[in-house]
């Protein structure tokens, strides 16, 4: 049995849902590359557009990722093996906050949601002044997003638990 399929069949509401916005966040990132690439190519505006919301969908999942993430380590989550491996209960809330980006698996999570808010900033920011280029630009920073977002899915999924009981704390 894999990682992925571990975490979306588990007991954990907040691992399958995790799983499952890591799994919609690939697949809008590969949209929005297809989109952003052809529209720019072809010049025709609407598919850029769609490619720009498609990203900002995709920044809007990472946002939700991370805070189920955050949500899992503050509620003791420990069905979680990451959650279990980087926290305990009577760790304080600030170092259960940080523990967010404490091991690989988080860590990872944490720069695929920190590109994607400043790739949201900065094609919100530019998506009047360089519409010739803003396509390509989307793209570039989707493809890298599909990157990290496979390593996270299929080796690294900080939603993954376990396949037997999980530790008390």
Do not use: E
């Not at 990132?29 to 598919?47: C, I, L, P």
């Not at 991370?66 to 979680?80: E, G, K, M, Q, R």
Request: net charge neutral; hydrophobic share 55%; glycine share 6%.
């Amino acid at each position: 049995m894999t990682d992925l399929s571990t975490s979306i069949l588990s007991g954990s509401p907040i691992a399958s849902l995790g799983t499952i916005v890591l799994l919609l966040s690939f697949v809008l990132a590969a949209y929005a590359a297809t989109m952003g690439m052809v529209g720019a190519h072809q010049r025709k505006d609407a598919f850029v557009v769609s490619s720009m919301n498609a990203l900002w969908g995709f920044g809007a999942l990472m946002v939700l990722a991370s805070a189920l993430l955050i949500y899992a380590f503050v509620s003791h989550d420990f069905s979680i093996r990451y959650v279990a491996h980087y926290s305990d209960t009577t760790m304080p809330l600030w170092y259960k906050l940080t523990s967010y980006w404490g091991g690989l698996d988080g860590s990872m999570l944490f720069w695929v949601f920190v590109l994607a808010i400043f790739s949201c900033v900065a094609v919100y920011a530019n998506r009047w002044r360089h519409r010739d280029i803003i396509g390509y630009v989307i793209a570039v920073i989707m493809v890298i997003q599909l990157f990290f977002l496979a390593v996270l899915i299929y080796s690294k999924n900080p939603f993954t638990t376990f396949l037997t009981q999980a530790p008390v704390d």
